[in-house]
């Protein structure tokens, strides 16, 4: 299958701070990437879609200004968390599709992201 | 109604046994279909796209029923390490994908 990568696995940052997680598409090329996130015993919950060259497409209820997304190339999508604060601790995880008769995501391997 | 339901489980089955999962969705208009695993503490792997006609690897069977709007999943001779999470993914079509919230599957020894 596809190789989908993300960095970093692991941060912890303070509150107020700005994390940048990466995803990146390996082995092929990425025009949408889907951003998640999961708490503990919980399901994915998607976040927002990502388009490269175009703004991405937030689910509803998640702030925009808060999680910026940036899908600058075939290959790169980012997730900003700026400010971030202890309720926003999570697990981050991003998919890239791969277009092809069944469109198929492909997952990163997530990030655990602790804010203190 | 949920747009795509799954029993959460757990269904605790000894090794060897067989176990079959369903996945229930309401959009009949959906377009494809899919199983993933997740492991806790990590991301959903791709297990299986489910094709019209029904497809098979290894122990893994899945089956689309488009009349009732159910997928399912049979895993045959299961094994210690086919204990996670089964998510059943259905694509609504431009690239809109609804999650099952997953079914817990633990093979004990």
């Known amino acids: 299958g596809a190789v989908v990568s993300q960095h970093p696995s692991r941060v912890i940052c303070k509150s107020g701070t700005s994390v940048k997680i990466e995803c990146r598409s390996l082995d092929f090329q990425a025009t949408t990437m889907f951003w998640y996130r999961q708490f503990p015993k919980q399901s994915l919950m998607l976040m927002a879609t990502s388009n490269e060259g175009s703004k991405a497409t937030y689910e509803q209820g998640v702030e925009k200004d808060k999680f910026l997304i940036n899908h600058a190339s075939l290959t790169l999508s980012t997730l900003t968390v700026t400010s971030a604060h202890p309720e926003d601790s999570s697990f981050y995880i991003c998919s890239a599709l791969w277009v092809a008769e069944y469109n198929e995501q492909f997952f990163g391997p997530g990030t655990r992201l602790t804010v203190l | 109604r949920k747009e795509v339901e799954q029993d959460p489980g757990p269904f605790n089955v000894p090794e060897g046994a067989t176990v079959a999962f369903n996945c229930t969705y309401s959009n009949s208009a959906s377009q494809s279909f899919f199983w993933y695993r997740q492991d806790c503490r990590k991301e959903p792997k791709l297990l299986m796209s489910?094709?019209?006609s029904g497809n098979e690897d290894g122990r893994f069977t899945a089956q689309l029923n488009r009349a009732s709007q159910y997928i399912s999943l049979l895993i045959r001779d299961s094994k210690l390490s086919d204990s996670a999470t089964y998510l059943c993914v259905v694509n609504k079509g431009t690239y809109k994908y609804i999650f099952g919230t997953g079914t817990r599957l633990k093979v004990l020894a």
């Open positions: 489910v094709y019209s």
